[in-house]
């Protein structure tokens, strides 16, 4: 790749739509009401159902479909329609009344989380790609967590399979739950193979009381709080919400935990339960995630915007 083209590249991404400019877009969203269109600028393009046709009973979903192009004019410039379609599309809305705290290792955030799953009164939801059975950080989180379900915490463990094929001994699972945890594995290995093996769960999350929510790249393994070296000093971040968002995040935790649930549940008292923890800060917070399931690309989009969206570095 030329430097020239390079130039070219970063200048495309910091540039802003007009009103009156005619731009092409593909396709990312099809409603009965409007189309969603990535036109590659800061924000991503909505024609509503009026716009695209004046006829009245036109069938957007029968004339339009996910990955066309389409050329449209820019009538109005809405710099918050990238919130507008992670809520209508992804199903993640924007939440106030959170603040944040930022974690550069996985070392300072480790003991937060202890902290803070000591204070668990209600229930602790936890879900990771990697747990390692043998090491501190692990044994010591679940030290807790089996201290919790005595008094009377509803907690809930779910980590993958593939993951975690060589940190913990077969049937770890069962291990668990005889001490009270309910526990899943996402996506068991089978003897045959399957293209489904490739859909794996790496998120990394713990909700506690609904109130407090942790995320990031760490996973419960001694690496990623330095406890023991394998390449180097690890470098792994995370953060710390309080408030209504955590209700995100308490959502996306039972959407992956239905999926290996013979009874789906709603969940609407747990996020009922975030909800109630308004903090005092301003700005707003987008808890979000991706599934292969669909063709609606969230997590693809959010990175792409966002580095459409950088204005000093990406």
Same mark, same amino acid.
């Given at each position: 790749?030329?430097?020239?083209?390079?130039?070219?590249?970063?200048?495309?991404?910091m540039?802003?739509?007009?009103?009156?400019?005619?731009?092409?877009?593909t396709?990312i969203?099809?409603?009965?009401d409007e189309?969603?269109?990535n036109?590659?600028?800061?924000?991503?393009?909505? %024609? =509503?159902?009026?716009?695209?046709?004046?006829?009245?009973?036109?069938d957007? +979903?029968?004339?339009?479909?996910v990955?066309?192009?389409?050329? +449209?004019?820019?009538? !109005?410039?809405?710099?918050? /329609?990238? $919130?507008?379609?992670?809520?209508?599309?992804?199903?993640?809305?924007?939440?106030?009344?959170? /603040?944040?705290?930022?974690?550069?290792?996985?070392?300072?955030m480790?003991?937060?989380?202890?902290?803070?799953?000591? !204070? $668990?009164?209600?229930f602790?939801?936890?879900?990771?790609?990697?747990?390692?059975?043998?090491?501190?950080?692990w044994?010591?989180?679940?030290d %807790?967590?089996? !201290?919790?379900?005595?008094e009377?915490?509803e907690?809930?463990?779910m980590?993958?399979?593939?993951?975690?094929? $060589?940190?913990?001994?077969?049937?770890?699972?069962?291990?668990?739950?005889?001490?009270?945890?309910?526990?899943?594995?996402?996506?068991? #290995?089978?003897? #045959?193979?399957?293209?489904?093996?490739?859909?794996? @769960?790496h998120? !990394?999350?713990?909700?506690?009381?609904? &109130?407090?929510?942790?995320?990031?790249?760490?996973?419960?393994?001694?690496?990623?709080?330095?406890?023991?070296?394998?390449?180097?000093?690890?470098?792994?971040?995370?953060?710390?919400?309080?408030?209504?968002?955590?209700?995100?995040?308490?959502?996306?935790?039972?959407?992956m935990?239905?999926?290996? &649930?013979?009874?789906?549940? @709603?969940?609407?008292?747990? %996020?009922?339960e975030?909800?109630?923890?308004? =903090?005092?800060?301003?700005?707003?917070?987008?808890?979000?995630? @991706?599934?292969?399931?669909?063709?609606?690309?969230?997590?693809?989009?959010?990175?792409?915007?966002?580095?459409?969206? +950088?204005?000093?570095?990406?």
């Amino acid at each position: 790749m030329s430097e020239e083209f390079n130039m070219e590249l970063i200048d495309s991404t910091m540039k802003t739509i007009r009103t009156g400019e005619v731009v092409e877009g593909t396709v990312i969203g099809v409603k009965e009401d409007e189309i969603i269109l990535n036109i590659g600028y800061k924000s991503d393009g909505i %024609i =509503t159902k009026s716009e695209y046709s004046n006829a009245p009973n036109v069938d957007l +979903a029968a004339e339009v479909s996910v990955g066309d192009k389409m050329n +449209a004019k820019v009538l !109005k410039v809405n710099e918050g /329609s990238f $919130a507008r379609y992670l809520s209508q599309y992804g199903g993640s809305p924007a939440y106030s009344g959170t /603040s944040v705290k930022y974690y550069p290792l996985g070392d300072h955030m480790f003991e937060d989380i202890k902290k803070e799953l000591l !204070k $668990a009164k209600k229930f602790i939801f936890m879900e990771f790609f990697i747990i390692n059975s043998a090491d501190r950080m692990w044994n010591e989180i679940f030290d %807790i967590l089996k !201290k919790k379900v005595n008094e009377g915490v509803e907690v809930r463990l779910m980590y993958d399979a593939m993951g975690c094929l $060589a940190t913990i001994p077969r049937r770890y699972d069962e291990e668990i739950r005889a001490y009270g945890i309910k526990c899943q594995v996402f996506s068991p #290995l089978m003897p #045959l193979f399957s293209t489904h093996q490739n859909n794996r @769960d790496h998120r !990394k999350i713990i909700v506690i009381d609904g &109130s407090v929510a942790f995320n990031g790249g760490i996973n419960l393994a001694d690496e990623y709080i330095n406890e023991k070296e394998r390449f180097g000093h690890w470098k792994d971040n995370g953060y710390k919400l309080t408030g209504t968002a955590v209700a995100g995040f308490t959502g996306l935790f039972l959407d992956m935990w239905n999926i290996n &649930s013979d009874v789906p549940e @709603d969940g609407g008292e747990y %996020i009922t339960e975030s909800l109630r923890y308004k =903090t005092n800060e301003t700005g707003f917070v987008i808890p979000f995630g @991706d599934t292969p399931n669909d063709n609606v690309y969230i997590g693809k989009r959010a990175y792409i915007h966002n580095l459409n969206n +950088a204005s000093k570095y990406g």
